[in-house]
């Protein structure tokens, strides 16, 4: 039987670079992804919840 186990240093390559392929998707549609209520906005935090 052959091994079929797969590198460590692989699986964090591809997971690094999912990750980073993820950001610059949504850094690229970040317009049509607050149109649909998915990424928040620059909108301004009311300073009354910030005060305790």
């Known amino acids: 039987m052959a091994d079929i186990s797969a590198s460590p240093f692989l699986i964090f390559s591809a ?5 980073i392929l993820s950001i610059l ?12 209520g998915l990424v928040g906005g ?6 009354v919840f910030l005060s305790p």
Do not use: F, K, T
């Open 15 to 19: 997971a690094v670079l999912s990750v």
């Open 25 to 36: 998707m949504v850094d690229l549609h970040r317009d049509e992804l607050r149109a649909l």
């Open 42 to 47: 620059a909108e301004r935090i009311n300073p």
